[in-house]
């Protein structure tokens, strides 16, 4: 649309009102010169967009956050630390090791109390023992599991994994039996070892474990067997075996000699009465 206001041929600029939005220079100028919200809104938005680049781009520091498997996994920590106190188990015990071997080569007692010493260090589980043993192995049931016998309820998953409790039977049940030592995984229990799940993996003197579970016992066989068939806490976790599938083995494996604890024995929660 044109009009005399802005028609470049037109000498004069009065024919149309100032106010009227077909106006020229006087409109224009008005519209260009004021304040506009929106052209604002789209500057912060823009320098927002800048500082989350900028911050997206420190903090990854050249590594792809957009996935797991280049951050440090809880897990990951937990497995780390786990190797390394088993490393350092191993190295107090290759230590007490040396100062035993001192220690007995000038420390002038009798034949009378090394003999004590050593029964009270068998007795603590520090020294290796032989003889013949019996292995209860405990795993959890197939994730797909289902009820195998008629009145029972399909399985919640908690139904399907081993619980603290369940190993907590199996070692209390070796010990009733007559149980000289126990091994449970690859670690050997003294009176202050304590058997603690957390989630589906257990946890045993500072160091973490996953399912299945093998708990190693030397005495008599016979009497083994026969304590974890008369526990009440075992006789419970078999309905769940034959019901939903939970893992239970026991063999007997021999002869075979079970590793003396190697790691502190310090109490760190308790202090022996006065």
Not at 176 to 196: C, F, H, P
């Amino acid at each position: 649309m044109s009009n005399s206001a802005d028609s470049p041929g037109t000498g004069t600029t009065g024919s149309a009102p100032a106010s009227s939005p077909d106006s020229g220079d006087s409109g224009d100028s008005g519209r260009r010169g004021g304040f506009r919200p929106v052209r604002v809104l789209t500057v912060g938005v823009f320098a927002l967009a800048g500082l989350l680049f900028f911050t997206s781009f420190n903090t990854a520091k050249g590594t792809n956050i957009r996935t797991d498997a280049s951050l440090l996994r809880l897990s990951d920590l937990i497995e780390e630390r786990s190797q390394k106190n088993g490393e350092l188990d191993e190295a107090n015990g290759a230590l007490r090791d040396d100062v035993e071997s001192l220690a007995e080569a000038d420390d002038g007692s009798t034949k009378a109390q090394d003999d004590k010493l050593a029964g009270l260090e068998k007795n603590a589980g520090t020294q290796k023992l032989k003889g013949k043993a019996v292995t209860v192995t405990l795993n959890d049931a197939p994730p797909n599991a289902t009820a195998k016998l008629p009145g029972y309820p399909e399985p919640q998953p908690d139904y399907l994994v081993i619980h603290q409790q369940d190993l907590q039977a199996v070692v209390n049940a070796l010990w009733q039996g007559g149980a000289q030592g126990i091994k449970v995984m690859d670690q050997r229990l003294i009176s202050t070892s304590a058997v603690r799940c957390v989630g589906n993996t257990l946890i045993l003197q500072g160091r973490v474990y996953s399912p299945p579970y093998k708990i190693q016992a030397v005495g008599d066989p016979e009497k083994l067997q026969q304590a974890l068939a008369d526990s009440p806490a075992i006789q419970n976790y078999m309905v769940y075996v034959n019901v939903y599938g939970l893992g239970w083995k026991v063999t007997e494996d021999g002869t075979v000699t079970l590793p003396g604890y190697s790691g502190t024995v310090d109490l760190h929660y308790a202090k022996p009465v006065k």
